[in-house]
Nanobody, 124 residues
């Protein structure tokens, strides 16, 4: 099992930026995709961004495309999500996750390991 711990959440004003980090440990050899998901109170979990093996192919939800950038540092075994131009609708708990699949990279049900989450709050 992969252990995932998120860092970097916080409160910012609209238009601001945050960078989330996810440190991975334990058994990671089966990872094919790493993703960021978010869930706001009363709403369903949604895939935000993912990065997959075989060249670091990235995927983004339409709502964050052009504003968020997912990346990874293999040497540090760390996943990042750079979030720019944040808006109030981005407010949510953000989760890091790992999946053994390369299909459906933004489908949370295909991810096996999850972090504890980090809160992002964006004010107007």
């Amino acid at each position: 099992q992969v252990q995932l711990v998120e860092f970097g959440g916080g409160s910012v004003q609209a238009g601001g930026s945050l960078r989330l980090s996810c440190a991975a440990s334990g058994y990671t050899l089966s990872r094919r995709c790493m993703g960021w998901f978010r869930q706001a109170p009363g709403k369903e979990r949604e895939g935000v961004a993912a990065i997959c093996t075989g060249g670091g192919t990235t995927y983004y939800a339409d709502s964050v495309k052009g504003r968020f950038t997912i990346s990874q540092d293999n040497a540090k075994n760390t996943l990042y999500l750079q979030m720019n131009s944040l808006q109030p609708e981005d407010t949510a708990m953000y989760y890091c996750a790992a999946s053994p699949w390369v299909v459906g990279p933004l489908r949370g049900e295909l991810y096996n390991d999850w972090g504890q989450g980090t809160q992002v709050t964006v004010s107007s």
